[in-house]
């Protein structure tokens, strides 16, 4: 582990290859960030990640499901915080592939996750393993080429946003305790690589 100050404004702790975690001294917010550029392994994200479920691993500097589990596939890493700035990017929209947040555990989690037939993205939340489809963001998602989501949590509130614009809003109290975020993919596996993840505590 090496320990970096850059410009005297951010302590850097990387973890290896293409896995930084910096501390911001001026405003006290933590930023995980991983772009996934490391050799490829089918069974290992690499730290600080955590598979929940299914076996995820590396190819071609993207992140993809090995083996998939039943229904939901799962990897994440510690946010600290039910609040926070949460953002993925995928190489192309995949069915059901997308982004979690405040998950406690496998059977508990929200997410985000593309619908590219329908050009949207559906708002999803998973309470003792069932999935409750909450609202979609219409009409904001290419069915090809690259996508990014984002998710700002703050309180009860969950915006979210769809290449950088908001493009849905909710609220809710749910798993407002789940500290860990990351990698979602639901339903049918499908064939999703993500190709870049942050999460910055605080918003």
């Not at 490391?38 to 069974?43: L, V």
């Not at 799962?74 to 192309?92: E, H, T």
């Not at 998950?103 to 949207?120: I, L, M, S």
């Not at 999935?131 to 998710?151: D, H, K, Q």
């Given at each position: 582990?090496?320990?970096?100050?850059?410009?005297?404004?951010?302590?850097?702790?990387?973890?290896?290859?293409?896995?930084?975690?910096?501390?911001?001294?001026?405003?006290?917010?933590?930023?995980?960030?991983?772009?996934?550029?490391?050799?490829?392994?089918?069974?290992?994200?690499?730290?600080?990640?955590?598979?929940?479920?299914?076996?995820?691993?590396?190819?071609?500097?993207?992140?993809?499901?090995?083996?998939?589990?039943?229904?939901?596939?799962?990897?994440?890493?510690?946010?600290?915080?039910?609040?926070?700035?949460?953002?993925?990017?995928?190489?192309?929209?995949?069915?059901?592939?997308?982004?979690?947040?405040?998950?406690?555990?496998?059977?508990?989690?929200?997410?985000?996750?593309?619908?590219?037939?329908?050009?949207?993205?559906?708002?999803?939340?998973?309470?003792?393993?069932?999935?409750?489809?909450?609202?979609?963001?219409?009409?904001?998602?290419?069915?090809?080429?690259p996508a990014s989501i984002r998710v700002r949590l703050a309180?009860?509130?969950?915006?979210?946003?769809?290449?950088?614009?908001?493009?849905?809003?909710?609220?809710?109290?749910?798993?407002?305790?789940?500290?860990?975020?990351?990698?979602?993919?639901?339903?049918?596996?499908?064939?999703?690589?993500?190709?870049?993840?942050?999460?910055?505590?605080?918003?």
């Amino acid at each position: 582990m090496a320990f970096l100050v850059v410009a005297a404004l951010a302590l850097v702790v990387a973890f290896g290859a293409g896995v930084v975690i910096w501390q911001t001294n001026s405003d006290s917010k933590e930023t995980i960030h991983d772009d996934f550029v490391r050799p490829d392994s089918p069974s290992a994200l690499g730290r600080p990640w955590k598979q929940l479920s299914g076996t995820w691993g590396i190819a071609d500097d993207e992140a993809y499901v090995s083996q998939p589990a039943p229904d939901i596939q799962l990897a994440v890493v510690v946010v600290g915080s039910g609040d926070a700035d949460v953002v993925a990017s995928m190489a192309a929209p995949a069915v059901g592939a997308g982004i979690a947040f405040r998950v406690v555990d496998k059977r508990n989690f929200w997410a985000v996750v593309a619908a590219p037939a329908y050009g949207t993205w559906n708002v999803v939340r998973v309470v003792r393993g069932l999935s409750t489809f909450v609202e979609n963001t219409g009409l904001t998602l290419a069915p090809t080429g690259p996508a990014s989501i984002r998710v700002r949590l703050a309180g009860d509130g969950i915006a979210v946003f769809a290449d950088g614009r908001q493009v849905a809003f909710t609220k809710s109290s749910l798993l407002r305790g789940g500290k860990t975020a990351g990698l979602a993919l639901i339903g049918d596996v499908a064939d999703a690589r993500w190709t870049g993840f942050s999460a910055t505590v605080g918003t």
